[in-house]
């Protein structure tokens, strides 16, 4: 069962397991599984999770919706923050990571110092124990693997990213570090605000972790414009 976590006439918003993938490949996905849930004949996604990536996702009810969600993304009018954890020590503990995404092997991403079309995000981190940091990341662009590839960018890879970590290591963890965390923005003229803490994964879970979080419970107001 797929956590329903809010929904009115106009769209739903559901806690996404991470290792589920997003669309349907040889079983069934998160869109179809949530069909089936509700008994619903047609569900229109607006954004998307990379299977490793557990959290908040939107889905709107009709298209009228569904298109208004779409000019709210593409105008950057919803505000998106995400949790992370790496046991990497990092370049920058905190700041903005830009730059030109390029193609790399087998399906991955590299971040590059041009600026011709920039994945850009803003991230604050805090200490965990030694060399394991909480990280907070708001993208302002919308980018594939934008975020794993961020951090990435600064040395310090997703814990449980097979695809950007040390791999052999990655498989040894429980789950993918990365958690679609809390959103906001207006919709129809009413005021939208979602959040929802991880509830899987070991280090998400650990105590120390718990504690750092109690300071981000309102994500937006930690972000200058």
């Given at each position: 069962?797929?956590?329903?976590?809010?929904?009115?006439?106009?769209?739903?918003?559901?806690?996404?397991?991470?290792?589920l993938n997003f669309h349907s490949e040889d079983s069934a996905g998160l869109v179809v599984l949530i069909q089936q849930q509700l008994k619903l004949e047609q569900l229109?996604?607006?954004?998307?999770?990379?299977?490793?990536?557990?959290?908040?996702?939107v889905l709107a009810l009709n298209k009228i919706t569904?298109?208004?969600?779409?000019?709210?993304?593409?105008?950057?009018k919803i505000e998106k923050f995400y949790l992370a954890i790496s046991d990497q020590k990092p370049k920058k503990k905190q700041g903005r990571i830009q730059g030109d995404m390029v193609a790399a092997r087998r399906g991955s991403w590299?971040?590059?110092k041009a600026m011709t079309n920039p994945a850009i995000t803003q991230f604050i981190s805090g200490l965990i124990r030694p060399s394991e940091r909480?990280?907070?990341?708001?993208?302002?662009?919308g980018k594939t693997h934008q975020l794993r590839v961020a951090l990435k960018s600064i040395s310090a890879p997703i814990c449980g990213d097979e695809r950007y970590a040390d791999s052999n290591k990655a498989k040894q963890e429980e789950r993918g570090y990365l958690h679609a965390y809390a959103m906001r923005f207006e919709l129809n003229d009413e005021a939208f605000a979602f959040i929802c803490p991880p509830?899987?994964?070991?280090?998400?879970?650990?105590?120390?972790?718990?504690?750092?979080?109690?300071?981000w419970t309102k994500p937006w107001d930690l972000f200058k414009a």
């Open positions: 069962m797929i956590p329903l976590l809010f929904s009115n006439k106009d769209f739903i918003v559901v806690n996404k397991p991470a290792g229109y996604p607006v954004h998307r999770l990379d299977k490793m990536t557990s959290g908040l996702v569904a298109q208004r969600f779409q000019t709210l993304f593409s105008e950057r590299m971040l590059t909480l990280y907070l990341l708001k993208p302002t662009t509830d899987n994964g070991k280090r998400f879970l650990d105590l120390l972790a718990q504690e750092q979080l109690k300071s």
